[in-house]
């Protein structure tokens, strides 16, 4: 089954870490770019960060320098690095694999990040 | 970074009407256009990309228009199941990729 599952959300205080993982199944990770993509509660879409296929990583300015992308084809995983999380960050983070172009196919569910004292 | 601007906020329609979405950017994003469909407590679902190819498995009466800055998502006859938060993302730009504010479809 063609599917992401996110996994590693949780609550966290203002100045900590967490780190989210996704895991593919169904198809070949290794050929796919992936990309973080947050939604806070009741609100729209933000893009986070994408690694291609080489490698490539791209950041959003609101979180350059506090958080990192990576991946493991080899166990057809994604990561996010997430430090020195503020209440900002809170919002659900969905994994998504990207189509032919930079639009995205496939999202997993979601793992909920909040970010409180 | 390219701004999208979606229209209206909320639109009420009923059953087996038609509804038309507009989405605006900034700046031209050629054809580099999808439009996402997301129901509460779902993640976002791929209807279009290239402005105007539905991606496999969306029905027919989902369709895409437009290029440059204005585009438009048009449902021909809407269903039970079509009412949600309908977003458009341009990536013809980036970083970053960026993503309009959302249209809801609701039960007039």
């Known amino acids: 089954q063609v599917q992401l599952v996110e996994s590693g959300g949780g609550l966290v205080k203002p100045g900590g870490s967490l780190r989210l993982s996704c895991a593919a199944s169904g198809f070949t990770f290794s050929d796919y770019y992936m990309s973080w993509i947050r939604q806070a509660p009741g609100k729209g879409l933000e893009w986070v960060s994408y690694?291609?296929?080489?490698?490539?990583?791209y950041y959003a300015d609101s979180v350059r320098g506090r958080i990192t992308i990576s991946r493991d084809n080899a166990n057809n995983s994604l990561f996010l690095q997430m430090n020195s999380l503020r209440a900002e960050d809170t919002a659900i983070y969905y994994c998504a694999r990207g189509g032919n172009l930079w639009y995205f196919d496939l999202w997993g569910r979601g793992t909920l990040v909040t970010v409180s004292s | 970074e390219i701004v999208m601007t979606q229209s209206p906020a909320t639109l009420s329609v009923s059953p087996g009407e038609r509804a038309t979405l507009s989405c605006r950017a900034s700046q031209s994003v050629s054809s580099n256009l999808a439009w996402y469909q997301q129901k509460p407590g779902q993640a976002p679902r791929l209807l279009i990309y290239?402005?105007?190819t539905r991606a496999t498995g969306i029905p027919a009466r989902f369709s895409g228009s437009g290029s440059g800055t204005e585009f438009t998502l048009t449902i021909s006859s809407l269903q039970s199941e079509d009412f949600a938060i309908y977003y458009c993302?341009?990536?013809?730009?980036?970083?970053?990729?960026?993503f309009g504010g959302g249209t809801k479809v609701e039960i007039k």
């Open positions: 993302q341009q990536y013809n730009n980036w970083p970053p990729l960026t």
């Open positions: 690694i291609s296929s080489g490698y490539t990583i």
């Open positions: 290239g402005a105007s």
